[in-house]
């Protein structure tokens, strides 16, 4: 059983931490930059470690604009406060989503930048056999090393990794918590989760400053990514924006 919940845990920080670092900080915000290669080489392994829930960079990071431009208003793209439910949230957010990585809905004027691409991977990614692939390694790591049965329900979360980590942060994220600063919308800070979250969760603090890195702004706040954003700055694998 330890195995599992290893490889679980493995894959739920693994692929959330490039979801914020990568698909978050640097291509929605740019908070950081990066040369080409390391772009590359983050833009790979966030494919990797989202598997099956690859998420195309471009249309998160416009999306991700959206959301911060029309915070809990009728045109955010993923606001809880108009859809009835956690499952209503993802499917409204799915489709919105394809819509700008299939290139059916241009972005307004002012969410049209120059956002990391790949086309490769995001053409491979998106392939339903390249997805079909990955759900076929976790269904046989299962088989392999699972002892109970019980432990297969985690199954469908492996299958969506990426859009649960959407999910969980922009409801509770606006829904549930305390707020540091007023931002004329519902953004929260949901302690103890944002540890789970490696800092995603502090949406309060984030909407008042988008584009600081440390997302953590009280004694008691701890962004998890931060510190690792700093390492790399320290070792020069990615230059900081000064805020």
């Known amino acids: ?7 679980f845990l493995c894959h739920w920080f693994l692929s959330l931490f490039f979801q914020t670092f990568f ?4 291509a929605s915000h740019k908070m950081f930059k990066m040369n080409i290669f390391w772009e590359r080489t983050f833009y790979f392994m966030t494919f990797f470690f989202q598997g099956s829930s690859f998420l195309n960079p471009r249309a998160y990071a416009i999306m991700h604009r959206m959301h911060h431009a029309y915070s809990d208003t009728e045109k955010d793209p993923h606001s809880p406060h108009f859809i009835k439910d956690i499952w209503g949230l993802m499917m409204k957010t799915k489709d919105i989503y394809l819509s700008y990585r299939k290139f059916k809905t241009e972005p307004e004027p002012e969410f049209r ?20 692939f990955f759900i076929a390694f976790y269904i046989a790591f299962y088989i392999a090393f699972a002892p109970y049965w019980w432990l297969y329900l985690l ?4 299958f969506l990794m990426g859009p649960i980590h959407g999910a969980i942060v922009n409801w509770c994220g606006h829904k549930y918590g305390y ?25 309060n603090n984030h909407h008042k400053k988008p584009n600081d890195v440390n997302f ?18 320290a070792l020069r694998i ?6």
């Not at 919308?185 to 502090?202: A, C, R, V, Y």
């Not at 009280?218 to 990514?225: G, Q």
């Open 155 to 158: 199954l469908p979360i492996h």
């Open 179 to 203: 707020s540091n600063f007023d931002n004329g919308d519902h953004s929260k800070n949901t302690l103890p989760l944002d540890f789970l979250m490696l800092g995603e969760l502090f949406q």
């Open 1 to 7: 059983m330890l195995i599992i919940i290893t490889f």
């Open 23 to 26: 698909l978050h900080r640097y």
């Open 113 to 132: 930048d120059r956002y990391p691409t790949w086309d490769f991977v995001d053409r491979f990614g998106d392939l339903w056999i390249t997805r079909i």
């Open 238 to 243: 990615i230059k900081l924006r000064k805020v």
């Open 216 to 233: 953590a702004k009280r004694w008691f706040e701890l962004d998890p990514t931060y510190p690792v954003i700093k390492l790399m700055h």
